[in-house]
């Protein structure tokens, strides 16, 4: 980095974190907000990276199958995609036929082109426009706009993101996780369908994320995860589009067993909590992965989907699915509390506690920005 371009990084960062100091948390109205939240829908979540699957779950219902149809973002996006399977990996598309939009594949199935079942028009697996009867005399046709839109789709591992239109590069809401656990053997992940669940929250989706991002009420809320804790010791990373916060264990039982090639070697880190701009969370434990996609049901209500990923069982212990189940319980009940808080005439916004909020100073700032707030 050119000398220049550090002193203006460090003066961004000490402007932020002036910012920090002095500025107010999102209005309420921002949440009370239908408008903002279809807003939202193709500002915030068609321009970011959505978490579709990993291989086995992705492909284990047909396994001989090539296309795959999914929707990303169910009750939010509701886009249809189709995944393609082939010796080069794996492609994402539209699902949605060029003609006049009928969605093209409806169930998993091995075939060499897909064609609409409406007026029978013809694509090649690559998405390509093949051929459409009754368009034989059609002018300046097929043109690029007749072969299926391509959906920029990413991996890290088995795991599988895609997005309608990114606004950034997976690799910046991923790059500092794939660095920095290395050391984890992806591949050995297992999901485990018996400790995933779903939980519906009559809340918005942006109050369940605040929540998450700051371990200020931890003490007051989960009381028996923080004597798992060494609060002290409890820190939060930024990220570009995205953060880390760090809990470290108070028993050296519950933390990670780091190879010195870990930059984080000699400490006892109990979890890795990743939070991943706009709505994902992936929080790593000494047993494996518990993944939190947050998907907004509307401007009121939120579906929070718990994917579960064991490596060790034998690491489960006081960072149990059990505990973290009971988390979550305890998180619901103050999210609810706080949307009911925020349709109060009496409250605007609040602020932010600088030892503890900045990461839900950036989630703002991050929504500001893509919102134009
Ligand atoms: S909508 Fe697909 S061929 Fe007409
Ligand atoms: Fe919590």
């Known amino acids: 980095m050119i000398e220049s371009d550090k002193t203006s990084k460090t003066l961004k960062v000490a402007a932020e974190k002036d910012m920090l100091l002095t500025a107010r948390t999102m209005p309420a109205s921002f949440y009370r907000s239908r408008e903002i939240y279809e807003r939202s829908c193709d500002e915030i979540f068609a321009r ?20 795959i149809p999914l929707t990303i973002l169910e009750g939010c996006l509701d886009e249809p995609c189709i995944l393609v399977k082939s010796a080069d ?33 013809r694509f090649g697996l690559d998405g390509a426009y093949l051929s459409a009867p009754g368009f034989e005399k059609a002018e300046n046709f097929p043109g690029p706009e ?3 839109a391509a959906i920029p789709l990413g991996s890290w591992g088995q795991f599988h993101f895609a997005a309608v239109n990114p606004a950034f590069a997976l690799d910046d809401l991923i790059g500092e996780i794939k660095e920095r656990l290395h050391f ?14 779903d939980y519906q929250i009559k809340a918005n989706w942006a109050l369940y ?34 953060n880390l916060q760090i809990g470290v264990a108070t028993n050296k039982d519950d933390a990670f067993d780091l190879p010195e090639s870990s930059k984080d070697y000699g400490q006892l880190i109990a979890a890795y909590y990743y939070w991943l701009y706009p709505n994902m969370m992936f929080n790593f434990y000494p047993w494996g992965l518990s993944i939190n996609v947050v998907m907004p049901q509307g401007y009121d209500a939120t579906l929070v989907r718990f994917l579960t990923y064991v490596w060790r069982p034998e690491r489960f212990g006081n960072y149990s699915v059990e505990g973290i189940t009971q988390t979550e319980i305890e998180d619901e009940e103050v999210v609810h509390a706080v949307q009911r808080g925020i349709q109060s005439r009496a409250y605007k916004s609040g602020r932010y506690s600088p030892t503890w909020e900045a990461g839900v100073y950036q989630f703002h700032q991050l929504i500001r920005k893509s919102l134009s707030l």
Not at 48 to 64: K, M, V, Y
């Open 89 to 121: 990996g794996l492609a994402c598309h539209s699902n949605v036929c060029t003609h006049r939009g009928s969605v093209l594949v409806e169930k998993a199935c091995h075939v060499a082109s897909m064609r609409c079942r409406y007026h029978g028009r």
């Open 209 to 242: 994320v605040d929540n998450y991002l700051e371990g200020l009420h931890v003490p007051f809320v989960h009381p028996s995860l923080a004597t798992l804790l060494d609060t002290k010791a409890y820190r939060t990373e930024l990220l570009p589009y995205g």
């Open 184 to 197: 984890l053997p992806l591949a050995n992940f297992k999901f485990s369908p018996e400790l995933s669940r």
């Open 48 to 67: 970011s990276w959505q978490f579709i699957g990993d291989t086995d779950t992705l492909t284990a219902a047909q396994p001989q199958a090539n296309v």
């Open 146 to 148: 007749d072969n299926l």
